[in-house]
């Protein structure tokens, strides 16, 4: 069966509902496999991280906590500054810390917010991504969970966005070449 996209500027689902699904479980269950006995805390950045944050935390046999960040970039291209607008609402000092991120791609912002949590001196940090656009990496990154390598390509669906729109897709999709181009 074919998926029909909600909209002409979308080129092709890249990710079915049910691929992400089997990812989550099994990025789920190493992280359960490897926190065993301990309770991670699990951060996400606000907005798009929380979809994937959602369901992987719900899949994970373990107890943990959760908590957010929110940062906005600012500045020319992806080498502007960071700044951390909504802050964790817990400290982690002591804690194991798996920072739950929707895509990955320079890493730069990323990079940021590890040497941040790094100063709050967690017993341990690692990160987790369901998606990897590493063909745009600029930074070396401790991830130890990756879910699905994308292709360079700008993605909408289950949280990645265009100006807020196409979010609650339960799907990842790609964009037609004039739209991503311009963005």
């Not at 002409?8 to 789920?28: F, H, K, N």
Request: aromatic share 8%.
């Amino acid at each position: 069966m074919t998926l029909r996209l909600p909209d002409p500027r979308m080129e092709r689902v890249l990710l079915t509902e049910s691929q992400i699904d089997a990812v989550v479980g099994e990025l789920a269950d190493q992280v359960a496999a490897d926190y065993s006995g301990r309770d991670p805390v699990l951060v996400t950045v606000l907005r798009g991280g929380l979809f994937f944050l959602s369901d992987l935390c719900r899949r994970i046999d373990l107890p943990l906590t959760v908590d957010f960040m929110a940062v906005t970039s600012y500045g020319p291209g992806a080498a502007g500054s960071v700044r951390i607008t909504k802050d964790l609402d817990d400290p982690v000092e002591g804690r194991d810390v798996l920072v739950v991120e929707d895509i990955i791609d320079t890493g730069l912002t990323l990079n940021y917010l590890l040497r941040v949590l790094r100063q709050r001196r967690p017993a341990s940090l690692a990160v987790c991504t369901l998606l990897d656009k590493d063909v745009r990496r600029l930074v070396d990154l401790p991830i130890v969970y990756r879910g699905f390598s994308v292709p360079d390509r700008f993605l909408v669906g289950y949280g990645l966005d265009l100006e807020g729109q196409w979010r609650e897709l339960p799907y990842v999709a790609t964009l037609k070449d004039e739209i991503w181009e311009r963005g």
